[in-house]
T-cell receptor, first 113, second 115 residues
């Protein structure tokens, strides 16, 4: 079975409800943030991104909110579906140059039918 | 496009053995990366490459080596496998590099166990 993310924080929601997944980032110099979705047995997949000069960005059924004051990022999924069940993690890219993307440990989302 | 492909999907090694994890991308991306993902942890960068012939260390390079002879291929070599290298390994590629707004495309991963 899948051992990645075995001890991750877990969010369980009912199908059709909205989901909110939170992430506290570490580097105040980060100016670019990405949310990834990782399904069991697969590699991470890009969902949505946001730059630090924005507070909110919307995609299809997903919205990312950025609060730079408290270094907090959230991912909102509207009308959550069983196919949304996965591990979600945020990534921050500091504006210090180089290739250091800092990945969070992730949150496992369970969608109950 | 197949995207980023990795082989093998699973491997069990004995302590001290060596192996090469293969990674190939068909998107003509210049930037390629190797990460490891331990249970309950975020991805850790092992090595990266900004183009053919150019590689550099990431956050956790010890015990690994890489080469980039072509744009498409970025193999990761483990010379003397240790139990601490038990992990899931992901290869990724991008067209502009992590410092830009470009996203990284990940392969399906290689699950390695060292006993």
């Amino acid at each position: 079975g899948e051992s990645v993310g075995l001890h991750l924080p877990t969010l369980s929601v009912q199908e059709g409800d909205n989901s909110i997944i939170n992430c506290a980032y570490s580097n105040s110099a980060s100016d670019y943030f990405i949310w990834y979705k990782q399904e069991s047995g697969k590699g991470p997949q890009f969902i949505i991104d946001i730059r630090s000069n924005m507070d909110k960005r919307q995609g299809q059924r997903v919205t990312v909110l950025l609060n730079k004051t408290v270094k907090h990022l959230s991912l909102q999924i509207a009308a959550t579906q069983p196919g949304d069940s996965a591990v979600y993690f945020c990534a921050e890219i500091p504006n210090t140059g180089g290739f250091k993307t800092i990945f969070g440990a992730g949150t496992r989302l369970f969608v109950k039918a | 496009n197949a995207g980023v492909t990795q082989t093998p999907k699973f491997r069990i090694l004995k302590i001290g053995q060596s192996m090469t994890l293969q990674c190939t991308q068909d998107m003509n991306h210049n930037y390629m990366y190797w990460y490891r993902q331990d249970p309950g942890m975020g991805l850790k960068l092992i090595y990266y490459s900004v183009g053919a012939g150019i590689t550099d260390k990431g956050e956790v390079p010890n015990g690994y080596n890489v080469s980039r002879s072509t744009t498409e291929d970025f193999p990761l070599r483990l010379e003397l496998a240790a139990p601490s290298q038990t992990s899931v390994y992901f290869c990724a590629s991008s067209s502009l590099g992590a410092a830009s707004t470009d996203t990284q495309y990940f392969g399906p991963g290689t699950r390695l166990t060292v006993l």
